[in-house]
């Protein structure tokens, strides 16, 4: 097993661009999880799906931030346009009921400039 | 509603000291507690776990026991070492549902 398989690792872009993360979760993982970590504001929760539906977008911070689960087992989260204080590390997990355990990805760190 | 705490740090510990975490959780049902690890420039890794009341989770020498009495779940390790530097996750998870409330985080670094 793979993992949950995050890119790209690192992103650099310059503001105003439109930035776009991705997430492949575990086979067979059916809820998936985005969030963002930042010095200032710690681990915080952007968004869920449950088999591919959101179901709770309350922490997407503005309407910039927009994410996409197409099928099990890709997810997308889009910044458009990006903002310096967008910096942060982005990550994403997949867990299932039997699992009883969040699985991380690597992350993305995304430095907007 | 459902969250967790922890306590603050930084904490600095010498090789080979006694730590503890604390970790004192709200939850409306019957939660799961975990703890994850952060190492640097990496994701959090599941460390242990405990599921109901009075279990004792432990891996690579850390110990927590979900005590349900004073809604806790501190994490201990009886010699820690430089490779345990880290931050480090209180977290729990409703078992009806798949969201998990993380505490802040306790950055750990120890020194030889």
């Known amino acids: 097993d793979a993992g949950v398989i995050q890119s790209p690792r690192h992103e650099v872009t310059e503001m105003g661009q439109e930035v776009t993360l991705r997430c492949k979760p575990i086979?067979?993982?059916?809820?998936l999880f985005w969030y963002r970590q930042t010095m200032m504001r710690g681990l915080e929760l952007l968004i869920y799906?449950?088999?591919?539906?959101?179901?709770?977008d309350s922490g997407m911070p503005e309407d910039r931030f927009s994410a996409k689960m197409p099928n099990a087992s890709f997810s997308t989260l889009k910044i458009q346009p990006s903002e310096p204080r967008d910096s942060a590390v982005y990550f994403c997990?997949?867990?299932?009921?039997?699992?009883?355990?969040?699985?991380f990805g690597s992350g993305t760190r995304l430095t907007v400039v | 509603g459902d969250s967790v705490t922890q306590m603050e740090g930084p904490v600095t510990l010498s090789e080979e000291a006694f730590l503890t975490i604390n970790c004192t959780y709200t939850?409306?049902?019957?939660?799961?507690l975990f703890w994850y690890v952060q190492y640097p420039g990496e994701g959090l890794q599941l460390l242990l776990k405990?599921?109901?009341?009075?279990d004792k989770g432990s891996n690579k020498g850390f110990e927590a026991t979900y005590r349900k009495e004073t809604t806790s779940f501190h994490l201990e390790k009886g010699s820690v070492q430089v490779s345990d530097s880290a931050v480090y996750f209180c977290?729990?998870?409703?078992?009806?549902?798949?969201?998990?409330?993380f505490g802040t985080g306790t950055s750990l670094t120890v020194i030889p």
């Open positions: 997990a997949s867990s299932s009921l039997r699992a009883a355990g969040y699985t």
């Open positions: 086979s067979g993982h059916n809820s």
């Open positions: 799906f449950n088999n591919n539906v959101p179901i709770d």
């Open positions: 939850a409306t049902g019957y939660p799961s």
């Open positions: 405990a599921t109901k009341a009075d």
């Open positions: 977290a729990l998870s409703e078992n009806t549902g798949n969201q998990f409330y």
